[in-house]
């Protein structure tokens, strides 16, 4: 990094894990981001600790890269230059303990744990940036979306395919410029498959919890948000709000537990069925598999007209999260930023009051909980279909 951090906005990290240690290293620096971390929390001191170091190396102008071993784990080469930023194992004791040196409260943590954190940042007069799910029960997504609505702070969802130019990609080329053709109804096959749950690099036991976990909620939730943006349900509200298409879904699935109670999710699989929005007349119909013991890991999302209009077999496939390419193999996007950065970038234009037309706009709470929704109507199907109202 070692850009100036005169003018940043300062970022409290919460949790010290994988995607935490990303922003940390990553995507918090003034020059990318105009921000910089001024601190460090974890329940495990040893690992607020190490990043808190890393942190500081970093800043010094030590340079990070992903871990061979774990593309998900970012670290500094050397932690022997720099001063390690401040770490504490309890957020409100860093939040009084900083106060006013702290403008964003980034929350990194594990789903159950994302109410507390919310309401303690907006208590403490922090604008927030809130790892997904949005929360691991209505319940607790409801009081945050409460809690943004009263609040005087900004919270912003870290989902970033709303920014992934591989799905930009897919839905104008489908949308707007029709490659596909002009069907009167739009298909979908989505495929979750891993080869073992939880993934090699998800250590925390709660990766594998019904509660917080599993392959549904933890990946499931990167692409029923990534539906929604592609139907257009969260379009328009810079411009004109009261015109946003309105969008409705039913969901009908089954989903497969193992025997032992408390385990997540091991097979699930049905249809998710939009309209409204920028959709076609007769919608999309999305077929969905999740499938834990795959041979190898597959991430895909193919889009293709209704089999009567699509005679030359003519299809669009995201893959891998952040390519593209077309039912011959040819590439149009490929290796694309998943949005990370430009999900911090959102936040602190809109802290700032940002009028620039380009700046992104954030992945609001009720955004949010518009994908938990899906989330929460496919567990709770069983095999019934269930409608889904969307906030708006």
Known sequence: ???????????????????????????????????????????????????????????????????????????????????????FTDIKVALETLSDSIDIVYIGTTPKSHRRLVEESFQHGKHVLLEKPLAANIEDADAIIAAAATSNCILAMDIGMRYNPALQ????????????GKPQKLRASLKMHYQQWPREWQT???????????????????????????????????????????????VRATVDYPNHDGACETSASGVIAFEGGDL???????????????????????????????????????????????????????????????????????????????????VTAQHGRNAQRILDAVVNSKGDYVAIDFDR
């Not at 100036?4 to 620096?29: K, Q, T």
Request: net charge negative.
């Open 204 to 250: 925390q036991p709660w990766c594998a919890s019904r509660e917080e976990g599993g392959p549904l909620r933890e990946v499931g939730t990167h692409f029923f948000s990534a539906l929604l943006e592609f139907v257009g349900a969260h379009h328009y509200e810079k411009d004109c709000p009261a015109t946003r298409p309105s969008v409705r879904a039913k």
């Open 280 to 362: 076609p007349p007769e919608g999309l119909h999305v077929e969905f598999s999740v499938v834990t013991d795959a041979p190898g890991d597959m991430y895909e999302l193919t889009i293709t007209p209704d089999e009567s209009s699509n005679s030359n077999n003519k299809s669009l496939t995201l893959f891998d999260f952040v390519s593209l390419r077309n039912q011959n193999g040819k590439v149009f996007v490929r290796d694309a930023s998943y949005g990370r950065k430009e999900c911090v970038q959102a936040l602190v234009a809109a802290t700032i009051g940002s009028e620039n037309e380009t700046a992104p706009s954030v």
């Open 1 to 87: 990094m070692g850009q100036s951090n005169a003018n940043a906005m300062r970022v409290l990290v919460v949790g010290a894990g994988s995607i935490s240690r990303e922003y940390a290293l990553h995507h918090f620096n003034p020059s990318s981001t105009n921000t910089v971390v001024v601190g460090i929390v974890d329940l495990n001191e040893e690992k607020a600790i190490d990043l808190a170091t890393q942190v500081g190396s970093a800043q010094a102008g030590a340079v990070v890269r992903n871990d061979d071993n774990n593309k998900y784990k970012a670290r500094v080469l050397s932690t022997s230059k720099g001063t390690p930023v401040p770490h």
């Open 169 to 180: 990609e897919l839905r104008n080329r489908v949308l707007f410029q029709n490659e596909l």
